[in-house]
């Protein structure tokens, strides 16, 4: 089964190498310039994405991609604003102008949020997101929540998800060589199918957690620090690029 | 295993396990899509209510936590297969949020009950859905500019015969599978 | 050495001991095969070993040390490596290095040793080139292999096998089993748990459990003939 652990395209430009850290920041960042973006702004940005995707050259074709599983949401929102915002019509039956401009708008920081975050998991590989997170969560600490342990577990729900999508595979080929529609039947009937499906998953996953964590405590794992293969180093073009990041993001969020 | 040890205090080594192994089972939810009602529905809040329900309030919520925060690094776990920041600040956003949230609801109705019958357990899972529901149309209303009325009509409707029987199925799974693990 | 003095051991809510008073000494470099039908609590004996279970009575020690002693299993933990019966139930990493990195990362090594160890158990195991893997795109016989080196990146004086060789085949088997061989020659001790007689031929001890006692123990010549 061909399921992929994220959209890693992977490359040796300027962007793959930055630290992830300074990228998932710069993701933040970005993401709140976005949503606070007008239209001069968005340009802005649209063409600053543009020559990021250049400069790591990725496909522009296969960041869109990203967005494919919630376009139709989209969509609805452009039409709701196109429609049913109050203002000057345009020809098109009921359309104002306002709502035109609300509409693409709103659509387009939906896509550039969107878009931005794919471009951080096409340049950089899981295992760096992890240690990114992980080094940015430790001031967490004081809360109670420990960055280590939270690494640990996410990289578990790395480790696991395509295997339980291999799982239910073969569950469901099981079922449906025993002669079950998944297409077809009235509303009990679905809800039992679901549940034929669910109930050996989860069962499976609850026996494995058991014989995962025996494993673990005999590998020696105690809930807190721990130390890593790599540890994450900052350049002096990391701290730059931070710094600019943050001297861009006050401009595009206050000077408006 | 019930004298097995473990080290530390507080959470066990299993209870995270446990937290990390549901997370994958909610990022798995949103690859099953089964067409009921209007829209393909996705399984994620079917596990949001299983995860509640089997692992308890905290590492319900802990396991939904994770959940997101693996999809925040970009992982494609959110509905249909996306990922990344930009969905929990987005307008679909709210619904994320209201799963840890939910998550906990559900568990501390259900850990109200030292017996919980099925009828319980349903209720529950329906606060939980409830909570869901208000997380993710305010954030839809208010990110993608819409009066809530709208909101509701986009971002409720759709989903609710779907969420009417995974919340069935939840209950049923709840009711074979709550004996099996002992927290 | 591995010391165990009339261990008996009790599953909470369990009327009957599923161990009922075992003894028995591993050495340093040794091959033990412990061998028996399902039940007999050959899964439970070697629990004990790493200090995953602690005694209803009776004792464990590991070099000297008591596995009651909870501020010392870290250490027993690390010289005892534990390799169980499902890989697909022991590998966490997202990455084959990373999971082999697991083990070493809990004993707080610096990164520069950890990679170290990294490479060098998955050289022993001949997995070099899978580093960069994700586990769920290798085979049963290297999953098998990757949790191996999850358990020599430690470093350990001692490894427990759970029947590390079941669902394998045949070839795989084979391949499985002159690793353990090599990595005894090189004075790392093996209790190899099996119910499969023609894979523990070459074992220095063969200890035949029954109902939670070890009826027989000898060489395989002497266990082989008193069968």
Not at chain 3, 126 to 154: C, F
Request: proline share 5%.
């Amino acid at each position: 089964m061909g399921y992929k652990l994220g959209q890693y395209t992977p490359g040796s430009s300027v962007i793959h190498r930055l630290d992830p850290r300074v990228k998932i920041v710069a993701i933040m960042l970005l993401s709140i310039t976005v949503l606070r973006a007008d239209a001069f702004i968005a340009i802005a940005i649209t063409i600053l994405i543009a020559g990021i995707t250049f400069i790591a050259r990725l496909s522009p074709s296969h960041l869109l991609r990203a967005v494919k599983p919630l376009a139709i949401f989209f969509v609805l929102i452009f039409l709701m604003h196109l429609f049913f915002t109050p203002g000057a019509p345009i020809p098109l039956p009921l359309a104002t102008y306002e709502g035109l401009y609300r509409g693409v708008l709103l659509t387009w920081r939906f896509v550039f949020l969107i878009l931005s975050a794919a471009i951080l998991t096409m340049t950089t590989t899981p295992s760096e997101l992890m240690s990114g997170i992980e080094r940015l969560l430790r001031p967490l600490r004081p809360l109670g929540i420990s960055s280590h342990d939270a690494a640990v577990m996410v990289s578990m729900v790395l480790r696991f998800v395509p295997t339980l999508l291999q799982e239910l595979d073969q569950i469901r080929e099981a079922q449906m060589a025993r002669g079950a529609d998944f297409k077809a039947g009235n509303l009990l009937a679905r809800m039992k199918r679901i549940s034929s499906l669910v109930i050996p998953l989860v069962r499976n996953s609850i026996l494995r957690a058991e014989e995962l964590a025996i494993g673990m405590e005999g590998r020696g794992y105690h809930r807190g620090p721990r130390t890593y293969m790599r540890e994450l180093r900052m350049t002096p073009s990391d701290y730059t690029i931070l710094v600019v990041l943050m001297i861009l993001t006050g401009l595009g969020v206050y000077r408006w | 295993m019930a004298n097995l040890r473990t080290i530390g205090s507080g959470m066990s080594v299993r209870g995270m396990v446990f937290a990390a192994m549901f997370a994958a089972l909610t990022a798995v939810g949103a690859f099953i899509m089964i067409p009921i009602g209007p829209v393909p529905i996705t399984m994620q809040t079917l596990f949001v209510h299983l995860s509640a329900a089997l692992l308890g309030s905290h590492l319900g919520a802990l396991s939904q936590l994770i959940y997101i925060l693996v999809g925040v690094i970009g992982l494609p776990v959110f509905h249909g297969g996306v990922g990344g920041l930009g969905v929990l600040l987005g307008p679909t956003g709210g619904y994320l949020i209201g799963f840890v949230a939910g998550a906990y609801i559900t568990g501390k109705l259900i850990e109200m009950r030292e017996k919980p019958r099925f009828l319980w357990i349903a209720m529950s899972c329906v606060a939980g859905l409830a909570v869901i529901y208000i997380l993710g149309v305010i954030q839809l209303s208010v990110v993608a500019g819409l009066p809530l009325t709208s909101a509701i009509a986009v971002g409720v409707v759709p989903f609710l015969i779907g969420d009417a029987i995974k919340m069935i199925a939840a209950t049923f799974i709840t009711s074979k599978l709550r004996g099996m693990i002992k927290l | 050495m591995i010391k165990v003095e009339n261990l008996v051991h009790r599953y909470d809510g369990d009327d009957v001991p599923v161990l009922r008073g075992i003894n028995l000494e591993i050495k340093e470099g040794e091959y033990v095969a412990i061998i028996g039908p399902i039940g007999c609590g050959k899964t439970t004996l070697i629990k004990h070993l790493n200090a995953l279970l602690a005694p209803t009575e009776g004792n464990v020690w590991v070099d000297g040390m008591n596995t009651r002693d909870t501020s010392i299993v870290g250490e027993i933990r690390r010289r005892v490596g534990m390799v169980f019966q499902n890989p697909d139930n022991q590998i966490i990493g997202m990455t084959v290095e990373e999971d082999v990195a697991f083990g070493p990362g809990n004993l707080r090594l610096p990164p520069r040793e950890i990679r170290q160890r990294v490479t060098e158990a998955l050289q022993a195991v001949g997995m070099g080139s899978y580093a960069q893997r994700h586990p769920h795109t290798l085979s049963g016989g290297e999953k098998r292999l990757v949790t191996l080196a999850d358990i020599l990146a430690m470093n350990p004086s001692y490894i427990a096998l759970d029947e590390p060789t079941s669902s394998l085949d045949r070839a795989t088997r084979e391949v499985v089993l002159s690793i353990l061989r090599r990595l005894n020659g090189q004075g790392i001790a093996m209790i190899h748990v099996t119910h499969n007689m023609d894979e523990i031929t070459s074992a220095d001890r063969i200890m035949v459990m029954g109902d939670g006692r070890i009826v027989l123990s000898g060489t395989p010549e002497e266990v082989f003939s008193g069968v």
